[in-house]
């Protein structure tokens, strides 16, 4: 598969590049095994480097990686007799959110999740991952379903944030978000979240509230993307690495806040690098967390995760 390397990956791209070629060579009969396996050994060797020590800019376009798994992979590897259900109701369907209802390990479960396009066409299709109010009131609704059926939920975060044009503010975006977060406060189901790309403003929060977050390294959560915060402090975007150290808005950092409650180790180079090993990790953390919130009376639920909630941030007095 060919790779899309960032621009911090140059010194890899380098290496990756003679690779390919030597790998050519080695199809049309050269010997050339020696310096294949010099050449993936340096590789390997400067990708360790490299993401040893990430700062936060860095961390921000690995979690908008081209070839990052979204939402609708992770269904297609995680769950079976996937049913995708749609529409909200009242004014139509949202492709930038989906939803509907699966097994997972064997157990019904409802699933929400942002949808990125890979291609142009698609990428407009979905609109980029950003939905529209009627999106979060198809999530409302297939939220109520899962309540009414005992299902857990899952969803899946990857969003610049809720869509900031003029036709969603007619249709009253800021209501649909606020009504998704109290909803999602009382719903007396388990409610396991999982950060897999961007997790961007009241656009992820809307399907984020629950029992437990959890967060790929390599993923990032924040009240506003580090261009919008740049833009308003500093007005100008081209501060953008300035604004996302100032944001605090990587995995591990969230998870020191007590934000989030775990982070997922992603294979070297990021989740792409390696799609299975990333699967099953994600499958093991959803699979952890669930088991012990299955356990859970309705009540206790609820209660615990008010109490979650009331208890996020820290202060000085």
Sequence with gaps: MYMNFLDF???IAEVEAQLAELRRLKNAGEPVDREIERLTALSQEKTQEIFADLDAWKVTQLSRHPQRPYTLDYVAQLFTDVEYLAGDRASGDDPALVGGLARFEGRPILFLGHQKGRDTKEKVFR???MPRPEGYRKALRLMRLAERFH??????IDTPGA???IDAEKHNQSEAIA???EVMAELRV???S???GEGGSGG????GVGDRLLMLQYSIYSVISPEGCASILWKSASKASEAAATLGLTADKIYALGIADEVIAEPLGGGHRDVPALMQAVRDALLRHLTILLEKTEEDLVADRMARIMHYGTYEQ
Excluded: D, K
């Excluded at 299902?151 to 899946?156: A, E, G, S």
């Excluded at 992820?204 to 399907?207: G, M, R, S, T």
């Design 9 to 11: 990956e140059h010194p």
């Design 151 to 156: 299902l857990p939920v899952i969803t899946f």
């Design 163 to 165: 869509y900031p044009g």
């Design 190 to 192: 388990p409610i396991v």
């Design 204 to 207: 992820a929060l809307a399907i």
């Design 194 to 196: 999982c950060v897999i």
């Design 127 to 129: 609109n980029f991952g």
């Design 179 to 181: 009504r998704n977060l």
